[in-house]
T-cell receptor
Framework: DSGVTQTPKHLITATGQRVTLRCSPR?????VYWYQQSLDQGLQFLIQ???????AKGNILERFSAQQFPDLHSELNLSSLELGDSALYFCASSVVPQGAGANVLTFGAGSRLTVL | LAKTTQPISMDSYEGQEVNITCSHN???????ITWYQQFPSQGPRFIIQGYKTKVTNEVASLFIPADRKSSTLSLPRVSLSDTAVYYC????????????????FGKGTHLIIQP
């Protein structure tokens, strides 16, 4: 158990639907990251939040949105789902200290999304 | 942007030492080098991080030459359980406003260990 909790573990839905993935970071970690991993695209960085504010943005589609709440948990919302959105979605967290030790991410077990 | 280049795949045998090299010719002064390991259907796991010279922990060693344009992850006496994908990340510390570049995983190196 890495300390990063993701729910649900598995989710099957239909095209056009909307889903929400939830992530609770490791205790004490202020930053949350979302990644998408599909067979053909590898591990893609989507977005990062630090203490409630968006910090960095990667290849996140406009149909996707995320936020980090005051209790530091985060949610990734995926809407108008397409077949190509089927993937493993990982959440990671970090303390984000300055200097050495930064960029050390702790990943959750992932949420597997299947769009039919 | 410190883009990284790694071998797509490697194989070795149990008990051998395995070295995986990552090239990062455009590494910046404030960039750190971080390696992760990922098993199928699991999230990546931090292995080791370094800035220059050599770093060693209980799992691996990381060698970084003086020009820092490459780095080598060394796994001593590998076992079948070391079969995984290994990623090299290069980027500035997040606290210093590194942005997305330092969070970008490449395709990684598929390491296969045979009996």
């Amino acid at each position: 158990d890495s300390g990063v909790t993701q729910t649900p573990k598995h989710l099957i839905t239909a095209t056009g639907q909307r889903v929400t993935l939830r992530c609770s970071p490791r205790s004490g970690d202020l930053s949350v990251y979302w990644y998408q991993q599909s067979l053909d695209q590898g591990l893609q960085f989507l977005i990062q939040y630090y203490n409630g504010e968006e910090r960095a943005k990667g290849n996140i589609l406009e149909r996707f949105s995320a936020q980090q709440f005051p209790d530091l948990h985060s949610e990734l919302n995926l809407s108008s789902l397409e077949l190509g959105d089927s993937a493993l979605y990982f959440c990671a967290s970090s303390v984000v200290p300055q200097g050495a030790g930064a960029n050390v991410l702790t990943f959750g077990a992932g949420s597997r999304l299947t769009v039919l | 942007l410190a883009k990284t280049t790694q071998p797509i795949s490697m194989d070795s045998y149990e008990g051998q030492e395995v070295n995986i090299t990552c090239s990062h010719n455009n590494i910046a002064t404030n960039d750190y080098i971080t390696w992760y390991q990922q098993f199928p259907s699991q999230g990546p796991r931090f292995i080791i991080q370094g800035y220059k010279t050599k770093v060693t922990n209980e799992v691996a060693s990381l060698f970084i030459p003086a020009d820092r344009k490459s780095s080598t992850l060394s796994l001593p006496r590998v076992s079948l359980s070391d079969t995984a994908v290994y990623y090299c990340l290069v980027g500035p510390t997040l606290y210093s406003g590194g942005g997305a570049d330092g969070l970008t995983f490449g395709k990684g190196t598929h390491l296969i260990i045979q009996p």
